[in-house]
């Protein structure tokens, strides 16, 4: 079983619709998560943190359910500048602090 | 202002030859990460380095040495390269003292291509 597992999509979806993404992680002792975003052929860049009472940033909403090890991201009202692959990060402490991606889930917002 | 850099974005080289990749950050942080991303785009981490030592190396075959001269710069090296080897390759920095709860900045990739 992966560390970090997402359904890699892709998603289409029109503007102005509501897309959710999962993801789980295999590591009960994860400390840290957070939704990374990755444009085609750039680096990735944080999205937001997910504190485990949720936490909203704009249209983006983070939760996270350490009893069933999932993170959700929600984006409501999608542009078209959403298109991108959403990475799910987690981060445990092995000594030091290591991170780990998830494959990430492709979105396509369409007009 | 670059945060961080990395030198060359893109590098094509023949398998058996020896190039390095070069990483800067200019963010006062103290820790440096390389990550290597596959055709399938999983970022996966190679090695961190906290204030020039190391602290993660991740399963990765011994043709490759990073090495940190200073707190902000963290160089790869990759010896006899391989087919396998062609990818992107991702500098990262953040500041350790944040924790688990840091936040890792991204160079813009350098994208080796073996032939």
């Known amino acids: 079983r992966k560390e970090v597992e997402q359904d890699p999509g892709p998603f289409n979806v029109p503007e102005g619709a509501t897309v959710a993404f999962n993801c789980t992680y295999s590591?009960?002792?994860?400390?840290?998560f957070f939704w990374y975003r990755q444009d085609c052929r750039k680096e990735p860049k944080l999205l937001m943190s997910v504190y485990s009472s949720g936490n909203e940033d704009g249209r983006f909403t983070a939760q996270l359910n350490r009893a069933s090890q999932y993170i959700s991201l929600l984006i409501r009202d999608s542009k078209l500048s959403d298109s991108a692959t959403y990475l799910c990060v987690v981060t445990i402490n092995t000594g030091g602090f290591k991170t780990i991606f998830g494959a990430g889930t492709r979105l396509f917002v369409k007009a | 202002d670059t945060a961080v850099s990395q030198t060359p974005k893109y590098l094509v080289t023949q398998m058996g030859n020896d190039k390095s990749i070069k990483c800067e950050q200019n963010?006062?942080?103290?820790?440096m990460y390389w990550y290597k991303q596959d055709s399938k785009k999983f970022l996966k981490i190679m090695f961190s380095?906290?204030?020039?030592?190391?602290?993660i190396n991740e399963t990765v075959p011994n043709r490759f040495s990073p090495k940190s001269p200073d707190k902000a710069h963290l160089n790869l090296h990759i010896n006899s390269l391989e087919l396998g080897d062609s990818a992107v390759y991702f500098c990262?920095?953040?500041?350790?003292?944040?924790?688990?709860?840091?936040?890792?900045?991204f160079g813009p990739g350098t994208r080796l291509t073996v032939t």
């Open positions: 380095y906290n204030n020039k030592e190391l602290i």
């Open positions: 963010l006062g942080h103290d820790t």
């Open positions: 590591n009960s002792a994860s400390q840290s």
């Open positions: 990262a920095s953040s500041l350790s003292k944040s924790g688990p709860t840091y936040e890792q900045y």
